[in-house]
């Protein structure tokens, strides 16, 4: 009983500590890496809290053709299915925004509409490491599930992206959840039980698949329960085909809406094999190499993937968790491009590599037995490979880790941005030139261009009338500055009225 209360308490302990360390800049501004996929999500949000949630026509401050080669002048933005952002909107509305209309100003309290987005993904990547130990405890060991866990909440990679304003960790947790209940509606024999656990996995999987497709990957792992429970039959089992066809008809339904907008849905052929990279060298090298062995694992980490790939062989429910390696390789391989491109792609296996890394954990302490001192450096060496990604090792030294994606680049945008904000009329239309980056357009808080996509004069002719520039130069200020009257000016910004 004694043991029980302490194994308790120790898990208790490491999710309260996985919950701590991604409050680490928890108040910091949407400007840290892939700050322009955080904006472009949080300013769905951002309008639903200003003009009511509205699902069926999500919006963002990107009139421009970028996105989808189409000019957007509602800034529709069709992508995930806008689960995530009601929630965030909807958060904010009932515990922030009354609080912030009830002071005066500078007396605001409540959580901001980012700190809310960031803390619905840190409680669903907790959620996700919940799902990770349950499973992997009942198909391998307790040990190998506490170390599982433990990946999951404390590599330097899912502590990043584990408080990001992304619906990938929720997509990641939904999945989870319903090849959790999945698993538990084969087995359950009881009558409303079953029943139960069969709708839970439905409606959490119809989820994952809404937040994003890309987590019909992994189902996998069900056609191996599937297959496990029924054998050869389950091809025609009709309960199975009910489930998948509820999980899938919300997303279908979805899909076949947003495509009557196609302005509004960015290009994402290009994410399959755009480049041509799928199993060339480059794409093992960034994949295998420059993220899962850099990045994720901190090069030390490596040791118990591979420990734990070498432990299924003996493992009598070994099918479980190759099926768990089978979908995240089929998904690296097929959306090759977008995985190669975007780190935050890989948000989607941290699940699997942390299994595995916590069977490989599992069977060194199984193998070290009473060698207190061999288990105790197998502890060293994970926290020795968090270090190394956490911190990254380059040819000049520490540099080029995880750390640096916390580190806001380019303060003078933010400070253009708030300033514009403040300043400018609501229902302004800009030129935020920003590299392409919407970023700049989500802090300034009004539609427009992220780009000078076409001549500034047709740009106006379209509704544009205020350019504002992030980190002016001088010749900005002798060119644009001479042309169009100034409104505001300091070294991190010029405001200019267009029209």
Known sequence: MVMHR????????????GFLVRLYRFDGPVADWHSWRQSDTSAVSKIFVRDGINILYPKYYDISNVQSGIDNPEGFRFVEFPIYNTVQAGLFNIFSENRCQANPPGGCTGLSLEEWGRLISIFATLASAF????????YSNEISAFFAACFMLFLPFSIYFGRTILPDPSMVASILAGIYFFDKWIEEKSKIKNQKYFILSIVFTALAFLLKPYALFFAIPMVYLAHKKFGAKFIVNWQLWLFAIISLVPLILWRNWIFQYPQGVPASNWLFNGNGIRFRPAFFRWIFYERITRLILGYLGVIFLAAGVYGLKGMKNWGFFVSFIASSLLYLIVIATGNVQHDYYQILIIPTIS?????????LFEKFGKNNLAKTFTVFLIFLSF??????ISKKGLGGGVRDFFNINDRGMVAAGKKADEILPKDAVVIAPYDGSTSFLYHIGRPGWPVFEKPIEDLIKMGANYLVIANPTQSDFKGFGTMYPVVASSEAYLILKLK
């Open 387 to 392: 270090f190394i990604a956490w911190f990254g």
């Open 355 to 363: 299994i595995i890394c916590g069977i490989g954990a599992g069977l």
């Open 131 to 138: 799902f990770i130990f349950l499973l992997t405890k009942k």
């Open 6 to 17: 302490l194994k308790i308490a120790g898990l208790i302990g490491i999710f309260f500590v």
